[in-house]
């Protein structure tokens, strides 16, 4: 054996079979060696006459050969056997009580073997509300690295009452995404949305997982580790991150000139959105989400509420940028109806104009239509919105490339099909990495 394979013999990790194979081998030597000096005490040593039936007893004087050495070996295996299997409870039991990730320890044990299997994909899904808690609810079925880069521009309801109490970023749509995310939404995810209810209780209104994260907000020191240690309550499959740190407030100016100040108010008001913006401006984008774009092979906005949900993200410094330094495909999810008072009359094309106008040009891919026109009776007036569906007329619009896919709910078309639509994006990923990135390439570089 050369040099190179002893080094390769030696290496380390976990290579169980050659070290259990020395520590038998270790055992065998040293028993040999006590056996040959017992064997050399008893033959050459003169034990004391009162002493002597005390040393035939152990030494099983009285039985013969070859079954008072059978006799030892089994009782020298039993206690082995025994002891081996103590001290490993005794050391797994502190690693599975630490293991957060709900994985068997056969499963961790084969990884720390023969290395990780890293995911084919790194997706990212930027925006909030429940469209992003739809798309998320597909994605994890995925075997991908999902972060979802989450607004924290809401300020209505119990997410309002807590950030004007505790001046600290909206938790209402980052509790959405966590328990969409969630290994099982069960118990836990139905513990996380619940609301109270009692009349004249201050809890009335406060959806349990927002007062959940403000706690875990105040214990931890930071809205960060908040939402942190959020994730590993619900045994999270994957991360979800703010897009930012700061207070922020969303903004509007109204196609009269008149100023609208908080997102609440933005869907209320009358008139058309021109413009929104973040107050204060620019606001510092959060490191690892950042850090999330720039290593994506996939960055999905939306679906969601266009100017309140998704356009919010990319107002907030660093994120616009890092979408534009990536070398992912960048795609477009459009709303399959239009939002009252905010996108009201707005069909796919001004949805991804506006995309476009806030992004920067030739920086969106992709926009996904859904082409899956839902029956007459499936809108009721009341509700004031329109369906928002592919016509077929063109193939890009403002130099993005359109794709049109049934990625709607048979039983509410008015709403995406959490699976229908993940399927479609990550054949999306798929077709982009393989068509910018060949195989011939990857294998050369």
Not at 417 to 424: G, I, S
Request: hydrophobic share 45%; glycine share 8%; aromatic share 8%.
């Amino acid at each position: 054996m050369n040099s190179r394979n002893w080094r390769m013999w030696l290496r380390p990790g976990m290579q169980v079979k050659r070290w259990l194979a020395l520590f038998i081998l270790a055992v065998t030597v040293i028993s040999l060696g006590l056996a040959m000096g017992a064997a050399w005490l008893y033959n050459n040593f003169n034990f004391p006459k009162r002493l002597q039936p005390y040393v035939e007893w152990l030494t099983l004087q009285y039985v013969g050969h070859p079954w008072r050495e059978l006799i030892i070996v089994a009782f020298g295996l039993s206690f082995l056997l025994f002891t081996v299997y103590k001290l490993s409870t005794s050391i797994l039991a502190p690693v599975l009580a630490a293991n957060q990730s709900g994985r068997d320890i056969a499963e961790i044990v084969m990884e720390e073997r023969f290395g990780s299997v890293k995911p084919e994909l790194n997706v990212v899904a930027i925006g909030g509300g429940t469209g992003l808690s739809a798309l998320l609810r597909g994605l994890k079925l995925h075997d991908i690295n999902l972060t979802a880069i989450v607004t924290v521009a809401d300020d209505g309801g119990s997410t309002g009452r807590i950030r004007n109490v505790f001046n600290m970023p909206a938790p209402g749509d980052i509790r959405n995404c966590l328990v969409a995310m969630a290994d099982d939404e069960s118990l836990m995810g139905r513990l996380f949305h619940y609301r109270f209810d009692q009349e004249g209780s201050e809890l009335t209104g406060h959806a349990f997982g927002n007062l959940i994260i403000t706690a875990l907000t105040q214990v931890t020191g930071s809205f960060e580790q908040g939402v942190i240690e959020s994730a590993k309550v619900l045994n999270v499959r994957g991360r979800v991150l703010p897009s930012t740190l700061e207070n922020i407030t969303l903004c509007a100016e109204m196609e009269d000139g008149q100023i609208v100040r908080g997102e609440s108010a933005l869907s209320h008001d009358a008139d058309k959105i021109a413009r929104v913006f973040l107050e204060p401006q620019a606001p510092d984008g959060y490191q690892p989400a950042v850090a999330a774009i720039l290593n994506a092979d996939l960055i999905v906005m939306g679906p969601g509420s266009l100017y309140t949900s998704v356009i919010p993200n990319l107002l907030v410094g660093g994120i616009r940028e890092a979408i534009r330094w990536s070398r992912a495909s960048t795609v477009y999810v459009c709303n399959v109806a239009t939002q009252h008072g905010e996108t009201d009359d707005m069909g796919y094309e001004d949805h991804v104009h506006q995309i476009v106008n806030y992004l920067g040009d030739g920086e969106l891919d992709y926009a996904l239509i859904n082409n899956h026109i839902p029956p007459a009776d499936a809108i009721r007036p009341e509700w004031q919105v329109d369906a928002v569906s592919y016509d077929g007329r063109t193939h890009t619009t403002d130099g993005v490339e359109i794709i049109a896919e049934d990625v709607v709910n048979e039983k509410n078309p008015l709403r995406h099909d959490p699976p229908k639509l993940a399927n479609v994006l990550i054949a999306l990923a798929r077709h982009h990495k393989a068509t910018a990135f060949p195989v011939e390439t990857r294998e050369s570089a």
